[in-house]
């Protein structure tokens, strides 16, 4: 095994020409051969440089619309090729073979093809075949080749040309041809997503997942754990696409909990000015209004407590007075499309508060992938994407709801559907009023989102829980009739749930003895 190997001819064939002028020079200066194709060879000869074109080595030209240009022997013995070997050394004198010490190639832009949303046969165009081929060639035989995929990775390269008089380690080579095979294994994702996607497959036989590190994190949900954010590719709107504008670095439980508000701001954006307080992935409050103040007023009454130290994701661009109330209290995190510079101004003096401007709203309609790791495997499921709007809303009690109830069962129940099962939501005037999350039995969920709006009513001065006159949503049916009997003795007045259990009717009775309107949606959105 060769510790330093010196570097002799280096093939460069790249789409992204970034940082292409810094490297050309650093490898001419150490005697390095370089050998092109196309637009990269054009660009480097524009720079002053001597370049050999591929064509020259293979003694075939391009063809078939540059579909075939490096794809021959002279290219792939000169990848392969293991140095101190005489066999291949002599076969390689043989044929004509000259070794390649360097490859430097990234990939027809398919990624970005993907997230523009091009035709079918532009899209069957971006996709590399020789890149990917040469690529991981040069990854196997590292030993002897260095491999370089990406332009943030030239000035390591360079650097070790120069501690090393033009040769490089092992070290470096190795970690080349890791993150090499990542960036093939990546890009074979995104296109087998894709394609597969065109084809209806829905559960391909083989499935892989793909990102890009944005970010490395101090640790993960607890200090003893790794972490690391990736994008997804083609990125989508979000905490991973936001801009920074303030704050210390983000968090592991930061980043899950904003995107847990941003989620359901979201799906709430639709019905006026809405804001969303999360603390640890379930919603603490949430409300529309007619104005920002208002939604962040309505959605920190239900529970005040809990509000301190979580995120707030707002619909729509944050404004100054709802800056100047979000301040009062120490916040993490607020994610929100835009910000007046006025409302910056309010958050500059608190300086460990993240600000997060995401540009728009994610589409909550769309039927992304949600991944969780198991051992020995992975469960993927697609997003829960159906709303309210996709719900049957049928009218199950004798008593209707009236016009407002409604409209309060239709928003606690796409709240309901953002909180860890079992979930029960209290809401009225479009706004929560309690919220009891993740319990082992529905009973207790509606039992402590009852005490919560009594606790939060107290704080206060309010003599009555904040429940009386509210309507309670539960995002799974009720097995029995005592989870519905707790939600009428705090003082609902309507509910909203699946249906589907065998004691329905026994649940629909307990509505009518307890003069509640009762909807069933159909819909069960269980959130573990």
């Keep these: 095994m060769t510790d330093t ?32 194709t196309g637009g990269t060879a054009t660009a480097l000869r524009k720079l002053g440089h001597a370049v050999r074109d591929v064509a020259e080595l293979t003694g075939f030209p391009e063809m078939m619309d540059g579909r075939v240009k490096t794809l021959h022997p002279a290219i792939h013995g000169g990848l392969l090729a293991l140095r101190g070997n005489a066999e291949h050394a002599a076969e390689m004198s043989r044929h004509g073979i000259g070794a390649i010490d ?26 590399d075949v020789g890149g990917p081929a040469m690529i991981r060639a040069a990854a196997k035989n590292h030993e002897g080749v260095v491999v370089v995929v990406d332009p943030s990775d030239y000035a390591a390269l360079i650097g070790a040309l120069r501690e090393h008089s033009g040769a490089t380690s092992l070290e470096l080579r190795r970690r080349l041809a890791a993150k090499a095979f990542a960036r093939t294994a990546a890009y074979d994702s995104a296109i087998a997503g894709w394609l597969g996607g065109e084809a209806g497959v829905a559960t391909p036989a083989y499935r892989s997942f793909s990102g890009r590190l944005s970010q490395e994190l101090r640790y993960g949900e607890n200090p003893h754990q790794t972490a690391a954010l990736y994008a997804s ?134 039927r992304r992938d949600l991944v969780r790791s198991i051992s020995g495997g992975l469960l993927v499921q697609t997003r829960d994407w159906r709303g309210i709007a996709d719900a049957r809303f049928e009218v199950v009690t004798k008593r209707q709801p009236t016009p407002q109830e409604i409209r309060d069962l239709r928003f606690a129940f796409t709240v309901a559907k953002h909180v860890k099962s079992n979930a029960i939501v209290y809401a009225r005037d479009g706004a929560t009023v309690g919220i009891g999350a993740g319990q082992m039995s529905r009973i207790d969920s509606a039992r402590i989102a009852a005490w919560k709006a009594a606790d939060a009513a107290k704080s206060t001065g309010v003599d009555q829980a904040l429940t009386v006159g509210s309507v309670a949503a539960s995002e799974a049916f009720f097995p029995f009739a005592d989870g519905l009997e707790a939600i009428a003795a705090a003082g609902a007045t309507a509910v909203i749930q699946p249906g589907g259990s065998v004691k329905d009717a026994e649940v629909i009775a307990a509505a009518d003895r307890l003069g509640l309107a009762m909807v069933f949606t159909g819909q069960r959105h269980f959130r573990h």
């Design 102 to 127: 360097l490859l430097v190639v990234n990939l027809y832009p398919f990624e970005q093809a993907l997230t523009a949303g091009r035709s079918y046969p532009d899209m069957i165009e971006t996709i």
């Design 233 to 366: 590719v083609p990125p989508l709107p979000g905490v991973v696409t936001a801009r920074q504008v303030q704050g210390k670095e983000l968090s592991f439980n930061n980043i899950a909990d904003a995107d847990a508000a941003l989620d359901l701001v979201s799906e709430l954006a639709a019905e006026g000015p809405a804001v969303v307080i999360v603390k640890h992935a379930n919603p603490c409050g949430a409300a529309v209004a007619g104005a920002l103040p208002e939604a962040y007023a309505r959605a920190l009454a239900c529970d005040p407590v809990s509000a301190f130290g979580g995120i707030v994701a707002l619909s729509r661009r944050l404004d100054e007075a709802t800056a100047k109330e979000i301040a009062k209290l120490f916040t993490e995190v607020v994610i929100a499309p835009d910000a007046d510079d006025a409302a910056l101004a309010v958050f500059a003096v608190k300086t460990n508060l993240r600000v997060l401007l995401t540009g728009s709203l994610p589409d909550p309609g769309q």
């Design 5 to 36: 190997v010196k570097l002799r001819r280096a093939l460069i064939s790249v789409s992204d020409k970034s940082g292409l002028e810094g490297l050309a020079a650093a490898l001419v200066a150490h005697g390095v051969e370089l050998v092109s």
